[in-house]
């Protein structure tokens, strides 16, 4: 049996497909953008090329991301909340305490033995996710995939006093035109963006183990500052993007050993490998 | 959209819902006097007893506030704001008077500022104290009989005992059959949605007493007769916090996947639960029970000394026991905690109401939301989850 997990964020679509012992055969990871948003059965398809599978030999879809609403070609929809503590458990099983920083939100979710017991969330306001950076990054004319290689010769990063993007923009600016140079402006950067995500996920009392993921974790400076902003060692997993997507697939393959155990029918819907619609 | 003469039971209440002011209006024309109020602390059974309709304002979620910013700073009650907003708008030129109160402080600041730019026939400004002691109950009594004068010389008649008593049997049995509607909600599935629950009380607060106790005996005869039922689902909420006056809201929480069965708003238990005790002096009835029956955090009620009052636990109890009969009662598996954004009478309560709810080892989740229906979509993600959790 085969299941996969596909995590539609605003800005990456993942898919992950795994047999039954939790090998994974196949992880594609491309962009969602506005464009191809609907197009996330494109990504789904390249994940089956990958594995060379055909579409009817997976036996459980889960969609999970804030893209999950009406993929026709999944079988279920949970949220990411859930879907990332399943994949980020199943990595590292003393983690207590896992931060996700996506391209528009932020959160952190507290697990106790696997479980989700508590979460917080910020999905409003671009502060604090990838979205600052990449504006950010644009207004310094560097590329966003840079910062963390510029931001390790900071000696002395400066202090942006402002968390939301619009002014940190400006502040950004004011800073290039006294000639503070780039590493240190962009450390700074980090600094804020860890600094306000960690300020956010503190009303879940952060222990140990700390696992740090989604884009914000694949940036060394944004993992660096998060571990100065939380004072202990935070975890990183090879692939950050993917821990949603490999959760998703671990829940399809629970619900579906959970319906077998108990002889009941599994629970599907009629699947259709094509474009998705959003919000109906 | 117009209100069908003879409609009856919940398709009536869904046009009220539809159309809030349309029978004030009709009633208006015939002569009476329409009264607008905010907040649950104005003295119904005063305006009820002297002919006055009262009609309760609410603000409008799905209408951008564009007049208020000029007046009001963006950074206070998104709820208030739009209520002044839909005022500046002259949304209700039907109204001859109005009542505000103290109810929080941006609602106090509020009222003066209402009063600077919309002139009515009729003004009261209310002053509700913030505690229960026995100092606050005597001068919030004071102030009723203010009130009382007020509406006499307003309406030019006396308002005599009797009458008055009158009025709050009404109301009292509005009360009652509020509790009666709300028994429906026990059994699982619930009989009626919550949704449902808040179109009956969004359509109670627009039309006078009498009209509206018929209206939810015709509610409630329905609702038992009823064959389609809300589907069962896992999990029963409770949904506690800052005002809900659209369906929103609760519309977001049902189509996810749970049944919302009892509340703790005020356009719901807050505003329906306690009545006045005929006392030989009424006003003293009155004031009890809007004052100390009421449970708003806008009041604080820390619990006496001899009752533990330094201790936190004995304290939670005495401010948030009555939890714990609608968690029993309505047999509730998790709580909703939300307000609108920048309230905060409703924040500075949420930690004290989580760990009460953790005491009594019910699961909860706080949602922050600014009053406006775009607000609501992200919110989606989070109430899935929490019901995940609870899963």
């Not at chain 1, 995939?145 to 923009?169: H, M, P, W, Y």
């Not at chain 1, 579906?256 to 490998?273: M, N, T």
């Not at chain 2, 029978?23 to 607008?36: S, T």
């Amino acid at each position: 049996m085969y299941f996969a997990g596909v995590d539609i964020g605003s800005t990456m679509t993942k898919v992950v497909i795994m047999d039954e012992d939790e090998e994974v055969c196949s992880r594609i990871v491309g962009t969602t953008g506005a464009e191809h948003r609907r197009l996330a059965n494109k990504v789904m398809e390249e994940a089956l090329k990958q594995a060379n599978l055909p579409f009817n030999e997976i036996s459980y879809v889960v969609a999970t991301g804030y893209g999950r609403v009406n993929v026709p070609f999944a079988d279920r929809q949970i949220t990411e909340l859930s879907c990332h503590t399943k994949g980020v458990s199943a990595l590292f099983p003393n983690v207590r305490i896992a931060i996700d920083i996506g391209g528009q939100d932020a959160k952190g979710m507290k697990i106790i033995n696997g479980n989700l017991v508590d979460f917080v969330m910020n999905d409003k306001c671009a502060a604090g996710t990838g979205r600052f950076l990449e504006v950010i990054s644009d207004a310094l004319g560097i590329k966003v995939e840079d910062l963390g290689s510029i931001s390790l010769r900071s000696t002395n990063k400066v202090k942006i006093s402002s968390v939301c993007t619009i002014f940190a923009q400006q502040e950004v600016v004011s800073y290039l035109s006294e000639g503070t140079p780039l590493e240190d402006i962009v450390a700074g950067l980090h600094d804020a963006i860890a600094g306000r995500v960690v300020r956010m996920v503190k009303r879940l009392k952060i222990e140990p183990d700390v696992v740090l993921t989604g884009g914000g974790a694949n940036n060394i400076g944004v993992v660096k500052a998060v571990r100065e902003n939380i004072g202990c060692e935070v975890l990183v997993p090879e692939d950050p993007l993917l821990s949603g997507a490999l959760g998703a697939a671990i829940l399809g393959k629970e619900t579906v050993l959970k319906a077998l155990a108990k002889g009941e029918p599994v629970p599907k819907k009629e699947r259709r490998l094509e474009e998705a619609t959003f919000f109906t | 959209m117009s209100v069908v003469e003879g409609t009856k039971g919940l398709s009536r209440v869904k046009e009220l819902y539809q159309d809030r002011p349309h029978r004030v209006k009709e009633l208006k024309a015939e002569g009476r006097k329409v009264i607008g109020y905010l907040c649950i602390y104005p003295v119904l059974e005063m305006m009820t007893a002297l002919d006055l309709v009262p009609y309760r304002l609410f603000g409008d979620m799905r209408e951008p506030i564009t007049k208020a910013d000029a007046c009001l700073p963006p950074m206070v009650c998104p709820f208030l704001r739009s209520s002044l907003d839909l005022a500046l708008k002259d949304k209700y030129p039907f109204l001859d008077g109005m009542v505000l109160a103290h109810i929080c402080d941006v609602g106090e600041r509020m009222a003066h500022i209402w009063r600077t730019y919309k002139e009515y026939p009729y003004f009261y400004f209310m002053d509700v104290p913030h505690t229960v002691h026995k100092a606050a109950l005597e001068m919030f009594k004071e102030e009723i009989k203010g009130f009382q004068k007020s509406l006499e010389s307003f309406t030019g008649k006396e308002l005599s005992s009797e009458r008055l008593k009158q009025a709050i049997g009404v109301h009292n049995d509005q009360r009652t059959l509020v509790r009666e509607l709300y028994d429906l909600r026990k059994p699982d599935p619930p009989l009626i949605t919550g949704t449902e629950v808040l179109q009956v009380m969004v359509a109670l607060a627009s039309i006078p007493v009498e009209e509206g106790n018929d209206l939810l005996r015709e509610v409630i005869n329905e609702i038992k007769q009823r064959e389609e039922k809300p589907q069962k689902q896992a999990v029963r909420l409770l949904v506690w916090g800052s005002i809900i006056d659209d369906v929103s809201l609760i519309e977001t929480i049902e189509n996810v996947g749970a049944n919302v069965v009892m509340d703790d708003i005020c356009v719901g238990t807050r505003s329906h639960w306690p009545k006045v005790e005929l006392t030989p002096d009424p006003l003293d009835g009155i004031a009890n029970r809007y004052l100390e029956g009421i449970k708003c955090p806008r009041t604080f009620r820390e619990a006496a000394l001899d009752q533990g009052g330094k201790n936190y636990m004995a304290n939670l109890e005495n401010r948030f026991g009555y939890l714990k009969d609608y968690i029993k009662g309505w047999n509730v598996n998790g709580v909703i905690l939300q307000s609108v954004r920048y309230c905060d009478t409703h924040g500075y309560e949420v930690p004290a109401v989580r760990d009460y709810l953790k005491s009594l080892g019910l699961p909860s989740i706080y949602l922050e939301h600014d009053y406006s229906q775009s607000s609501l979509a992200p919110l989606k993600t989070r109430v899935q989850a929490f019901l995940e959790v609870l899963g």
